[in-house]
Nanobody, 121 residues
């Protein structure tokens, strides 16, 4: 049973960097051929794929967020981390980490519970 848990970012102010860590249990983030993704849902809107790091460490980013996004992993801790720089209130959303099985941005089979990120001064 794979479980994913997002960290609580706490207060995030405009222009700062959002950092979220997903801790995975019940499966290794290096196992072929899974993709470890970040997805967000702004208030009143649908799910938006942010980016992914795959089993080999390769990264994939939403074109709309690529310039501000980085994802990296710590295999010793079975964690992967999202960093989103220069945040604005438009980045307010529930952020989820999830595992994808068919590619970087679809067919998610396990999800974290989500964490609320509010960008406000």
């Amino acid at each position: 049973q794979v479980q994913l848990q997002e960290s609580d970012p706490g207060l995030v102010k405009p222009s700062q960097t959002l950092s979220l860590t997903c801790t995975v249990s019940g499966g290794s983030i290096t196992t072929n051929y899974y993709y470890w993704s970040w997805i967000r849902q702004p208030p009143g809107k649908g799910l938006e794929w942010v980016g992914t790091i795959d089993y080999s460490g390769s990264t994939y980013y939403s074109p709309s967020l690529k310039s501000r996004t980085s994802i990296f992993r710590d295999t010793s801790k079975n964690q992967f981390t999202l960093q989103l720089i220069s945040v604005t209130p438009e980045d307010t959303a529930v952020y989820y980490c999830a595992r994808a099985v068919a590619g970087p941005s679809d067919e998610y089979d396990y999800w974290g519970q989500g964490t609320q990120v509010t960008v406000s001064s």
